[in-house]
């Protein structure tokens, strides 16, 4: 049964810094495209960061960028994400996603990111 669990989030002050973690399991992590969305209440999902195979091109919302890093971790099949320098524009529930040529994807169930003084 493929899973993805996210942890970290919660509440942070802007300027603050926080890292999501995603853990994977139940499929060949290592052939999926790993990525991070966010979503805010009564807005569409939206992409933040993803990643390839073996690391290559990760790619950013200009949003984050320059903020944000993903990492992939093929061994311990886990995903990261570390926010700097938070605004609280970033205040959103973040989902792990895992992509494989179109046809399969998965999504975690999300943590919430507060960015709050």
């Known amino acids: 049964q493929p899973q993805l669990v996210e942890s970290g989030g919660g509440l942070v002050q802007p300027g603050g810094s926080l890292r999501l973690s995603c853990a994977a399991s139940?499929?060949?992590?290592?052939?999926?495209?790993m990525s991070w969305h966010r979503q805010v209440p009564g807005k569409e999902r939206e992409l933040v960061a993803a990643?390839?195979?073996?690391?290559?091109?990760?790619t950013y919302a200009d949003s984050v960028k320059g903020r944000f890093t993903i990492f992939r971790d093929d061994v311990n099949q886990t995903v990261d994400l570390q926010m700097s320098r938070l605004k609280s524009d970033d205040t959103a529930v973040y989902f792990c996603n895992a992509e494989w040529r179109g046809v399969a994807t998965y999504w975690g169930q999300g943590t919430q990111v507060t960015v709050s003084s």
């Open positions: 139940g499929f060949k992590f290592s052939r999926f495209w």
């Open positions: 990643i390839g195979l073996y690391g290559q091109t990760p």
